[in-house]
């Protein structure tokens, strides 16, 4: 039997158990890293697998262009409605992706919408704060 539950991300955060409910919701409030900013609310996001590049988060990412950095990120919260979000701000478009990025301080992305699905608005959970 292990008891150990202080090796959280320890092991590469592949396993967010203690993040998803039984019914593969948030458990917790999905805030930004840097400010704190409420993005959202427990119980009002699905878990949802699925390996995405997003460009390494920093602030004012509208004014970045040709950069490649970043990271192939594969676990994500998926709203299918923007307004389920507390508070969360869009850059422009890039192609058919829109970037997700705090409201307050504006760093991101923290997430991405594809214009040709407007349902699907993911949040990367290495990109936010679980409190
Ligand atoms: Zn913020």
């Known amino acids: 039997m292990e008891k150990s539950h202080q090796n959280f991300c320890s092991q590469g955060c592949s396993?967010?158990?203690?993040?998803?409910?039984?019914?593969?919701?948030?458990?917790?409030?999905?805030?930004?890293?840097?400010?704190?900013?409420?993005?959202?609310?427990?119980?009002?996001?699905?878990f949802a697998e699925k390996r995405?590049?997003?460009p390494s988060l920093k602030k004012n990412i509208?004014?970045?262009d040709g950069t490649l950095d970043g990271d192939t990120l594969t676990a994500h919260w998926l709203v299918d409605d923007m307004y389920t979000f507390e508070n969360v701000g869009f850059t422009k478009d890039v192609g058919k992706i829109k970037y997700l990025i705090c409201a307050d301080c504006e760093i991101g992305p923290i997430g991405w919408h594809n214009l040709d699905d407007k349902k699907c608005f993911y949040i990367a959970l290495d990109r936010v704060k679980h409190v």
Do not use: R
């Open 15 to 46: 396993e967010p158990s203690n993040l998803v409910s039984e019914d593969g919701k948030n458990t917790k409030s999905v805030v930004c890293q840097l400010c704190g900013s409420k993005v959202l609310c427990p119980g009002m996001a699905v």
């Open 52 to 54: 995405v590049f997003l």
């Open 62 to 64: 509208n004014q970045s």
